[in-house]
Structure formats: structure tokens, C-alpha cells
């Protein structure tokens, strides 16, 4: 009997919650990075500054979750600005709680984990530290090759406010912060000398979007 009691409560939840099909694009802005690797190589030089993120979203929303609460669960492709062409995906969350005061604006709150790699191999850059040891760098211009792509873990929280334009339009803008991982590996050109690099850090920004539920 509580068997059929968990069911039939279940379905009424489903049938109360309206499930649809959305699609977004988003446009980030975050701020350059100034991080310096052992202390004497710009982080920028070796994966770009990556201050632009264009992403395609596309997965499922669910209106009225509770009278005020909505939510979305999607898959990630993005594009980074970066001198070295990064791509990848992922997936993410997100919550709107909507006032009937409000009318059209909602506040989201939302999360989503990536994977990319920056097309790299076999490329050469000029830098501006040469390697002393496989631990250690030193100050002095040196040209490297890359050994192998290089790899991009990040997470990023954002909180912001969205305004529905109709039922199946709105956009949103938010606050984001994104904490970054990276895994660069090369070799210096003349003497060989080899290195492996993973570091991590964060950034803030800001995040426009448009979305499209169907």
C-alpha cells in the first residue's frame, strides 16, 4: 500500500511539474590572468588569457518545481578566445526562484563542471623564462615546443538575475566565478630540457545569456 501511495504521489509531482526541452547561448567575460608560474613565467604566454568563453547549452528545464522554483540540467559546448583554439564540454544546473511580485525577473543560481584541451602539439611559442631544472624555471626568453595538448579542468558558480521576455524567451545576466585547472607540458628547443606544468586559479566575470524553452 505505500508502494501505490510513493507512485501515485510521484506521478501527481510530474504531472503538477511542466518538463520541456531548452537550448541557450552564453556569452562570459572574465578577467585576465596574472598569474606567474614558479614565480617567473606569465601563465598567459603558455595557454592565453582566455578572457572570452562562448558556450552552446542544450538540455531540459522544469517549471514549477515548488509554486516559485524552476530549474535546468544541461550538456556544454564551448569555445575559449585563446592563442591557443581551445574546445570542450561539460554539463551543468541551474536554479530560478521567481516572485509573482516580480512578474518577468527571476534569480538564478547555478553550477557546471568542464573538460577542454588547447590545441597545442607540437606548436612553438617564444616565453620568457628557460628551464633550469624539470622542477625549477629561471627569468630568460627561451623558445619551447608543446609535448602534447594541453588540458582544462574548471568549475564555475554564478548567481545573477533573468527577465522572460515571453514564456519561451529570457535572458540573464550574472556574476561568475571560476576556478580553472591546467596541465601544459613542452620541451625547451635547443637544449631539451623538458617540463610538466599543472596549476590552478581563479576568476571572476560576468555572464550574458539567451535562452529558449520549448
Not at 12 to 31: C, H, I, K, R, W
Not at 48 to 63: M, T
Not at 136 to 159: C, H, M, N, P, Q
Not at 175 to 204: A, C
Amino acid at each position: 500500500m505505500r508502494r501505490v501511495i510513493l507512485i501515485v504521489f510521484a506521478a501527481m509531482s510530474l504531472n503538477a511539474m511542466d518538463v520541456g526541452f531548452y537550448t541557450g547561448f552564453e556569452t562570459a567575460f572574465a578577467q585576465k590572468s596574472d598569474k606567474m608560474i614558479k614565480g617567473v613565467q606569465p601563465s598567459d604566454e603558455l595557454v592565453g588569457d582566455g578572457s572570452f568563453v562562448g558556450d552552446i547549452r542544450l538540455g531540459a528545464h522544469f517549471s514549477q518545481i515548488t509554486r516559485n522554483l524552476d530549474a535546468k540540467a544541461y550538456t556544454i559546448i564551448y569555445g575559449k578566445s585563446s592563442s591557443n583554439s581551445e574546445i570542450g564540454g561539460g554539463v551543468g544546473v541551474e536554479v530560478e526562484y521567481r516572485s509573482f511580485d516580480l512578474k518577468n525577473l527571476g534569480f538564478i543560481l547555478g553550477l557546471d563542471y568542464r573538460y577542454g584541451q588547447q590545441d597545442t602539439m607540437w606548436n612553438e611559442k617564444t616565453i620568457s623564462s628557460h628551464i633550469v631544472s624539470h622542477k625549477r624555471l629561471a627569468k630568460g626568453s627561451s623558445t619551447i615546443e608543446f609535448r602534447d595538448d594541453t588540458e582544462v579542468l574548471s568549475s564555475s558558480l554564478y548567481l545573477g538575475a533573468a527577465y522572460h521576455l515571453t514564456k519561451n524567451i529570457s535572458v540573464d545576466l550574472a556574476y561568475v566565478l571560476r576556478y580553472e585547472m591546467y596541465d601544459v607540458s613542452y620541451r625547451e628547443i635547443g637544449t631539451g630540457e623538458r617540463m610538466n606544468i599543472d596549476w590552478s586559479e581563479y576568476k571572476h566575470g560576468a555572464r550574458l545569456g539567451l535562452n529558449f524553452y520549448f
